[in-house]
Nanobody
């Protein structure tokens, strides 16, 4: 029913760029805070970036100035632009949605792989 489907991942060389997309359907999500997370093999899941319904964004320090999160409500899509990629960015990237007033992200996608080498 509820679907968050990531796409846009792939393999890229150091310094390259990717644009990740998260197509959202199945629930009223436009007032939700949306976020991107990532998890590398053997590592814990890490919050990367978030954007609230008013467009306020937040980033983990390691990606500030390199990644840009945005949302297009009309297209039912969340984006993450990844620039100046580093090997440390290699991970499975997930999108997620946080309900208004919620404390934890409610819905999650399956992930899209980003590999930097």
């Amino acid at each position: 029913d509820v679907q968050l489907v990531e796409s846009g991942g792939g393999s890229v060389q150091v310094g390259g760029s990717l644009n990740l997309s998260c197509e959202i359907s199945g629930f009223t999500w436009r007032t939700y805070c949306l976020g991107w997370f990532r998890q590398a093999p053997g590592k814990e899941r890490e919050g990367v970036a978030s954007i609230d319904r008013d467009g306020t964004t937040r980033y983990v320090d390691s990606v500030k100035g390199r990644f840009t999160i945005s949302r297009d409500n009309a297209k039912n899509t969340l984006y993450l632009q990844l620039d100046s990629l580093e090997t440390e960015d290699t991970a499975l990237y997930y999108c997620a949605a946080l309900e208004p007033g919620g404390w934890q992200y409610e819905y999650w996608g399956q992930g899209t792989q980003v590999t930097v080498s």
